[in-house]
């Protein structure tokens, strides 16, 4: 639109998306690490992705995250012609309950008018107990929904501020560190190179599943995200990243 040519966004789009060499970037104004509403901005950003993407009854899985509750917070009741099943991308990975994707996958749907289902499985799992609840019917029919998801929208963090955020174990904080994380998304940690060194184990969508679905929109910004969204971007550049100018004028900096 004729407002983000002559403010420079047009450009900016232009830019990192030959830089990250991904689907589409779409570029809000602002810095969300200066100023949270920019957060929302980039939440009405992508409720118009989904509008231009989704035809009827489509299956979204949510991660949590703040990014993502602002998100929720702008999703629209016109969605609901489309007929949209709301599901968590994956289980508990250890966040606080108003970041986890259960609560934004639920919130998402309200605002929306659309169906949610949730996946209650506790964060740490043993192996035994982890098998077993796979099984369990309840448990299979969620996941083979959000196996079928046809969209995925995500947020990016920086490794360590998300390692400490979950109040990971000390020994595992200093794995991520020693192995040199520097972005994670959905539970998965990635080096410089986009290369996985570490994961936290839950069930729900694997980062091969996501390689798989057709639309994947991941949603992060601020200045202090732009090493870990052009790391995590080297392994996902069939998604689309909507991002804020604050990330996206780092990004070319660097
Ligand atoms: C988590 C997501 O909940 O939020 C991650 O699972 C993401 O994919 C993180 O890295 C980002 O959080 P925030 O609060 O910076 O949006």
């Not at 200066?34 to 009827?56: D, F, H, I, N, Y």
């Not at 035994?128 to 929904?145: F, T």
């Not at 400490?164 to 040199?180: H, V």
């Not at 972005?183 to 390689?211: P, R, S």
Request: aromatic letters at 4%.
């Amino acid at each position: 639109d004729m407002m983000k040519e002559v403010s420079g966004l047009k450009d900016l789009e232009r830019k990192i998306k030959s830089l990250l060499d991904i689907k589409d970037v779409i570029v809000v104004a602002g810095d969300s690490d200066l100023s949270p509403w920019v957060k929302k901005e980039m939440g009405r950003a992508c409720v118009a992705c989904m509008k231009e993407r989704l035809t009827s009854q489509s299956i979204v899985a949510v991660t949590g995250g703040t990014t993502l509750a602002a998100v929720a917070e702008m999703m629209t009741p016109e969605l609901k012609q489309i007929d949209i099943l709301f599901v968590p991308a994956r289980g508990g990975l250890g966040e606080d309950v108003k970041n986890q994707a259960n609560t934004i996958c639920a919130r998402m749907a309200e605002k929306a008018m659309g169906n949610y289902r949730l996946l209650h499985v506790p964060d740490q799992l043993s192996d035994e107990a982890y098998q077993s609840m796979i099984e369990e019917p309840a448990i299979k029919e969620v996941l083979d929904l959000i196996r079928s998801s046809n969209m995925v929208i995500h947020g990016i963090g920086d490794a360590i501020t998300m390692a400490e955020r979950r109040k990971t174990a000390s020994e595992e904080i200093e794995k991520i560190k020693q192995r040199r994380a520097v972005a994670e998304a959905f539970g998965y940690y990635f080096n410089q190179e986009g290369e996985v060194v570490h994961k936290v184990k839950t069930m729900g969508i694997q980062l091969e599943d996501v390689k798989k679905v057709e639309h994947v929109i991941a949603v992060a910004g601020g200045a202090s995200k732009a090493k870990a969204i052009k790391a995590y971007m080297k392994q996902a550049h069939h998604s689309v990243l909507i991002t804020d100018e604050g990330a996206a004028r780092e990004l070319i900096r660097e």
